[in-house]
């Protein structure tokens, strides 16, 4: 049964556009190149998950925490600095995700056309502001919402604010995105609704439990489903 006049507030990256996959792909590659004489990839990928998730609190997402944390992570490796050389590569590295253009998830464009017409839509992503921001634009997708947030961190803080902001009542409104951690607990936290659309590629530190039996939390298998529902 559809939910007429809710209002949907997306997040962005995995939700709207591929990401992490890019992400991904600038970590195999790293991986490849720093090379160690003890750890194995799995060892080398635990003890850059580590660096990055220190580093996230200090200095936000995107890409350029992402370079800032390869480079620590040389450091923390081989016990020293890197050197001006390596880091050099790094950036060559991570050349092609700081360029890659935005590569949208099927159906997002058309599924969007359609729920605009018979909800309210607003966007809530977090990172750098300039970075998504440029996203944003790149994905030509925000004629489609009444506003744009990008935010440091999305907890349940930042969703009391938002609801403040833009005056939601939360029991009409739906959080819809890729992430347990940053989408969807803590706007259940808060008394909004969520809808849970799961991205393979999503980042290992989004990663959480949900509760099965919370009936406030819609699970879809893919974006396009959203029209079945509202």
Same mark, same amino acid.
């Given at each position: 049964?559809?939910?007429?006049?809710?209002v949907l507030?997306?997040?962005?990256d995995? #939700?709207?556009?591929?990401?992490?996959? !890019?992400? =991904?792909?600038?970590?195999?590659?790293?991986?490849?190149?720093?090379q160690?004489?003890?750890?194995? $990839?799995?060892?080398? *990928?635990?003890?850059?998950?580590?660096v990055?998730?220190?580093?996230? +609190?200090?200095?936000?997402?995107?890409?350029?925490?992402?370079v800032?944390?390869?480079?620590?992570?040389? @450091?923390k490796l081989?016990g $020293?600095?890197?050197?001006?050389?390596?880091?050099?590569?790094?950036?060559?590295?991570?050349a092609?995700l +700081?360029?890659?253009?935005? @590569?949208?998830? %099927?159906?997002? /464009?058309? #599924? !969007?056309?359609?729920?605009?017409g *018979?909800? #309210? &839509?607003l966007?809530?992503?977090?990172?750098?502001?300039e =970075?998504? *921001?440029?996203? +944003?634009?790149?994905?030509?997708?925000a004629?489609?919402?009444?506003?744009?947030?990008?935010?440091? @961190?999305?907890?349940?803080?930042t969703?009391?604010?938002f609801?403040?902001?833009? @005056?939601?009542?939360?029991? #009409?409104?739906?959080? +819809?995105g890729?992430?347990?951690?940053?989408?969807?607990? %803590?706007?259940?936290?808060?008394?909004?609704?969520?809808?849970?659309?799961?991205?393979?590629?999503?980042?290992?530190?989004?990663?959480?439990?949900?509760?099965?039996?919370d009936?406030?939390? &819609?699970?879809?298998? /893919?974006? $396009?489903?959203? &029209?079945?529902?509202?």
């Amino acid at each position: 049964m559809r939910r007429d006049g809710q209002v949907l507030v997306f997040d962005a990256d995995d #939700t709207l556009w591929e990401n992490n996959v !890019l992400f =991904e792909r600038v970590i195999e590659n790293y991986l490849t190149w720093v090379q160690h004489p003890t750890l194995d $990839r799995l060892q080398l *990928r635990a003890v850059l998950n580590e660096v990055q998730a220190a580093n996230a +609190i200090t200095h936000g997402y995107g890409s350029r925490m992402l370079v800032r944390s390869l480079g620590d992570c040389v @450091e923390k490796l081989r016990g $020293r600095p890197a050197t001006g050389q390596e880091l050099a590569e790094i950036e060559e590295l991570a050349a092609a995700l +700081i360029d890659h253009r935005v @590569e949208l998830i %099927p159906d997002v /464009a058309e #599924t !969007l056309a359609a729920l605009a017409g *018979r909800h #309210t &839509l607003l966007m809530l992503t977090k990172g750098n502001p300039e =970075e998504q *921001r440029r996203k +944003i634009d790149a994905s030509r997708l925000a004629h489609h919402f009444k506003a744009v947030s990008i935010v440091e @961190e999305k907890d349940s803080e930042t969703y009391r604010r938002f609801l403040a902001e833009h @005056e939601l009542a939360p029991e #009409t409104s739906w959080m +819809i995105g890729n992430s347990p951690k940053s989408d969807i607990l %803590p706007a259940r936290q808060v008394g909004m609704n969520a809808v849970f659309i799961p991205n393979d590629h999503t980042w290992v530190l989004e990663h959480t439990e949900l509760d099965p039996s919370d009936g406030a939390v &819609l699970h879809l298998r /893919a974006f $396009r489903e959203l &029209l079945d529902h509202f």
